[in-house]
């Protein structure tokens, strides 16, 4: 079936994207308070898409086993709060298999948990796998958040999941991650680029236009986001390794994501120019001064 005739039997899905540490999180919890909408943690088994070969049972529990050990070290099924024999059941009512409807069982799952019609998803590094998504789910929107480089830098050096310390490393990360994603989405009808910056201090017309380009109503409840957060982030379980030693409590993820609780502050826009020393400063636009300059930001 062509994919223009698939994409008009499901609704338009956003997927958030973008460089770590770029404000997805927030837009994640602006969009999930949509009476609408539904948006879990990050996933990453989307990823998982060209690999997951085979037909009929075999396939089903292949996808199945997949699905729910992803990422392998640090598995993330328990923050979605699905029973997974539930979510084999959804699994084998889908005759015949295929792994497009896997994944669309797993979200109207997840969905369905909050009694809504439609779900979406936000996981970053999704940037560098545009492509095999849309193959795979046609009517993927992908919503682009991009941040002042410098900035994403100074907020994601000490978490967990960073490339590095090195400002060299931080700023080639970011610009692999931009770039990536613009490469595969620009030109394309279903890729839209939205400024972190403008979602933090004009947040009710980006979200009027994220709206309009995943074809949803636009709802005031949205911009009190905040309000809903401390619930929603409870999803968000420790993490342990495969030796059962722990890699990340639960408060401790809780932290990282702690600003989403509370109204947008301006004061994270440009942060770097208090924070970021004059070395620093230089030496990530000796890496990635180039695309700094292409989006418009100061250099």
């Given at each position: 079936?062509?994919?223009?005739?698939?994409?008009?039997?499901?609704?338009?899905?956003?997927?958030?994207?973008?460089?770590?540490?770029?404000?997805?999180?927030?837009?994640?919890?602006?969009?999930?308070?949509?009476?609408?909408?539904?948006?879990?943690?990050?996933?990453?088994?989307?990823?998982?898409?060209?690999?997951?070969?085979?037909?009929?049972?075999?396939?089903?529990?292949?996808?199945?086993?997949?699905?729910?050990?992803?990422?392998?070290?640090?598995?993330?099924?328990?923050?979605?709060?699905?029973?997974?024999?539930?979510?084999?059941?959804?699994?084998?009512?889908?005759?015949?298999?295929?792994?497009?409807?896997?994944?669309?069982?797993?979200?109207?799952?997840?969905?369905?948990?909050?009694?809504?019609?439609?779900?979406?998803?936000?996981?970053?590094?999704?940037?560098?796998?545009?492509?095999?998504?849309?193959?795979?789910?046609?009517?993927?929107?992908?919503?682009?958040?991009i941040r002042?480089?410098?900035?994403?830098?100074?907020?994601?050096?000490?978490?967990?999941?960073?490339?590095?310390?090195?400002?060299?490393?931080?700023?080639?990360?970011?610009?692999?991650?931009?770039?990536?994603?613009?490469?595969?989405?620009?030109?394309?009808?279903?890729?839209?680029?939205?400024?972190?910056?403008?979602?933090?201090?004009?947040?009710?017309?980006?979200?009027?236009?994220?709206?309009?380009?995943?074809?949803?109503?636009?709802?005031?409840?949205?911009?009190?986001?905040?309000?809903?957060?401390?619930?929603?982030?409870?999803?968000?379980?420790?993490?342990?390794?495969?030796?059962?030693?722990?890699?990340?409590?639960?408060?401790?993820?809780?932290?990282?994501?702690k600003r989403?609780t509370e109204?947008?502050?301006?004061?994270?826009?440009?942060?770097?120019?208090?924070?970021?020393?004059?070395?620093?400063?230089?030496?990530?636009?000796?890496?990635?001064?180039?695309?700094?300059?292409?989006?418009?930001?100061?250099?």
């Amino acid at each position: 079936m062509p994919s223009s005739e698939i994409e008009s039997q499901f609704a338009p899905m956003p997927i958030i994207v973008g460089s770590p540490r770029s404000g997805t999180t927030m837009l994640r919890l602006m969009l999930d308070s949509h009476p609408e909408l539904a948006i879990p943690p990050e996933t990453g088994f989307l990823a998982l898409a060209p690999k997951l070969r085979g037909t009929g049972d075999k396939l089903r529990e292949k996808f199945f086993r997949a699905v729910i050990n992803h990422p392998r070290t640090i598995p993330a099924w328990p923050d979605f709060d699905l029973p997974e024999n539930a979510f084999w059941a959804a699994l084998t009512d889908i005759v015949p298999f295929t792994v497009p409807e896997g994944f669309r069982a797993f979200y109207r799952l997840y969905a369905q948990r909050f009694g809504k019609s439609r779900w979406g998803d936000k996981t970053p590094l999704y940037c560098l796998e545009l492509d095999a998504i849309r193959r795979v789910l046609p009517e993927a929107r992908f919503i682009h958040l991009i941040r002042d480089g410098r900035d994403t830098a100074l907020s994601l050096r000490g978490m967990w999941f960073s490339p590095g310390w090195e400002i060299e490393t931080q700023a080639a990360y970011w610009r692999k991650c931009i770039l990536s994603a613009r490469r595969a989405g620009r030109g394309r009808p279903d890729y839209l680029e939205v400024r972190y910056e403008d979602l933090i201090l004009s947040t009710r017309l980006a979200l009027e236009r994220i709206c309009a380009f995943v074809g949803l109503s636009y709802e005031d409840v949205m911009l009190s986001y905040y309000t809903r957060a401390p619930e929603r982030l409870r999803e968000h379980k420790g993490r342990s390794r495969p030796d059962g030693t722990t890699l990340l409590t639960r408060e401790q993820r809780f932290s990282q994501q702690k600003r989403t609780t509370e109204p947008p502050d301006p004061a994270c826009v440009l942060a770097w120019k208090r924070s970021m020393v004059t070395d620093e400063r230089r030496r990530f636009q000796l890496v990635a001064g180039d695309l700094l300059k292409d989006l418009g930001y100061e250099v």
